[in-house]
């Protein structure tokens, strides 16, 4: 999905950066079947895409705004299916995806309704009871990243909201505000974890699977 045009960082950083929050696949496994049908929104090089194909996953395909994070996937995995989007919408059918995986994909889109249209999307395109997988970030409590809350809080209009040094802008989240967010599905799995951010720092996050309610 299209994030406040961040289009370019992401291109300039392609080759670069690894997203190493781990999938946990041993959930997704207990939720869809190998010959279902899989989205990643955000897929960005493609890595949870090829850890499902390595585990026998058949119909895989990827979406991402990003070109260069596109053509990155496209050289080291040339057997999957990554498609350059707009980001603007999901560029397939209504209930065409048995499951759809958003990984660090909501910290990208501070902004409510833009959070809320790509929920929007994954459910239009899902099929009835599809399986929606998230990993993203919560609040921290640590004196680096209360700092740069408070200092962006009032540019952004939203806590948790925060601008790197080379001008990608983030977000950590409430655990209130994923609730919300994902109130058109039924809880199935949410753990609370840490995980490890691409530039090497340490952060609350999370993994979600939730059902689409009918």
Same mark, same amino acid.
């Given at each position: ?5 961040? !289009? %370019? ?9 690894? $997203?190493? +929050? &781990? ?5 997704? !496994? =207990? ?8 989205? *990643? ?22 979406? *991402? ?12 995995? &040339?057997?999957?299916?990554?498609? =350059? ?6 560029? $397939?059918?209504?209930?065409? #995806? ?11 889109? /501070? ?35 209360l700092k740069r809350y408070?200092? /962006?809080?009032?540019?952004?209009? =939203? ?5 790197? &040094? ?16 994902? =109130?058109?599905?039924? !809880?199935?799995? $949410?753990?609370? +974890? ?6 090497g720092h340490k952060s609350?996050? #999370?993994? /979600?699977?939730? %059902?689409?309610?009918?």
């Amino acid at each position: 999905m299209k994030i406040h045009n961040q !289009e %370019k960082y992401w291109d300039k950083v392609a080759e670069e950066k690894e $997203f190493p +929050t &781990p999938f946990q696949i041993k959930y997704f !496994e =207990k939720c869809v079947s190998k010959e279902m049908n899989v989205l *990643d929104v955000g897929c960005g090089y493609g890595r949870t895409l090829n850890e499902l194909y390595s585990h026998g996953f058949e119909n895989l395909t990827g979406i *991402d705004y990003s070109q260069a994070m596109i053509n990155r996937g496209l050289r080291h995995y &040339p057997y999957l299916n990554l498609i =350059k989007t707009d980001g603007e919408r999901i560029p $397939f059918p209504d209930k065409e #995806f048995d499951a759809v995986i958003l990984l660090a994909v909501l910290t990208s889109s /501070y902004k409510d309704d833009e959070q809320i249209n790509i929920i929007s999307e994954i459910s239009r395109v899902l099929k009835d009871d599809g399986i929606l997988y998230i990993n993203d970030y919560l609040i921290n409590q640590d004196e680096r990243n209360l700092k740069r809350y408070h200092k /962006y809080k009032n540019k952004y209009g =939203k806590y948790g909201v925060f601008k790197l &040094p080379e001008g990608a802008i983030f977000r950590h989240h409430t655990e209130k505000h994923i609730m919300e967010l994902t =109130k058109g599905f039924q !809880e199935l799995v $949410f753990e609370k +974890t840490v995980y490890n951010t691409m530039n090497g720092h340490k952060s609350n996050g #999370f993994y /979600y699977i939730g %059902k689409l309610k009918k």
